[in-house]
């Protein structure tokens, strides 16, 4: 089985010049679109887990530089 075309036929649409265009002030004729068969709008995705993960970013970077600044001081002996 075979679906019908979106777009409808040329030859039994009124209306229509030689070469598919159509008169000035005319309307188009209706052709399919993109955005047939979506079943839901798109859902957008929780900020949440970006701050989460800025968060824990600055809590490693702000480890990273007290243990260096402590070793520098003299507080800490790493290495």
Same mark, same amino acid.
């Given at each position: 089985m075979t679906a019908l075309p979106p777009d409808p036929d040329p030859?039994? &649409?009124p209306g229509l010049e *030689? +070469? +598919?265009?159509v008169q000035p002030g005319d309307t *188009? *004729?209706?052709?399919g679109s993109t955005t047939q068969g979506l079943s839901k709008p798109e859902t957008y995705r929780s900020r949440a +887990? +970006? %701050?989460? &993960?800025?968060? %824990?970013v600055l809590i490693i970077t702000l480890a990273v530089v007290g243990l260096l600044v402590a070793q520098l001081v003299g507080w800490v002996k790493v290495f």
């Open positions: 030859d039994r &649409t *030689p +070469g +598919g265009g *188009p *004729p209706d052709s +887990g +970006g %701050i989460a &993960t800025l968060v %824990i």
